[in-house]
């Protein structure tokens, strides 16, 4: 088992920075493939990003060049940081793990999911 657990959401106007963070924990992490996710209201969860152990990343075309993944496996942690954040960015947005060595992008194919952390741009 893997717990997961997001943090580091809020309120920004648009044009704003924000990192959200995602701890686990229960696995060796620098096992896992990380995978940032976001819904907004009324839409399906849409991918975001993704990095594996080898820091190998792959982002959406919606967040190319202003959304950027890390990890620190001494911390437990992934991080996404979101420069010039837009209204549409407005989501909830989910962490996810599996034990994988290659860069998942399908949500289905995660097996631990976080609670999500609300972000919300306003124009």
């Known amino acids: 088992q893997v717990q997961v657990v997001e943090s580091g959401g809020g309120l920004v106007q648009a044009g704003a920075s924000l990192r959200l963070s995602c701890a686990a924990s229960?696995?060796?992490?620098?096992?896992?493939?990380m995978g940032w996710f976001r819904q907004a209201p009324g839409q399906e969860r849409e991918f975001v990003a993704t990095?594996?152990?080898?820091?190998?990343?792959y982002y959406a075309d919606s967040v190319k060049g202003r959304f950027t993944t890390s990890r620190d496996n001494a911390k437990s942690t992934v991080y996404l940081q979101m420069n010039s954040l837009k209204p549409e960015d407005t989501a909830v947005y989910y962490c996810?793990?599996?034990?994988?060595?290659?860069?998942?992008?399908?949500?289905?194919?995660?097996?631990?999911w976080g609670q999500g952390t609300q972000v919300t741009v306003s124009s």
């Open positions: 996810a793990a599996r034990s994988y060595v290659g860069l998942i992008t399908s949500s289905g194919a995660y097996d631990y």
């Open positions: 229960g696995r060796a992490f620098s096992s896992l493939t």
């Open positions: 990095i594996n152990w080898n820091r190998d990343t």
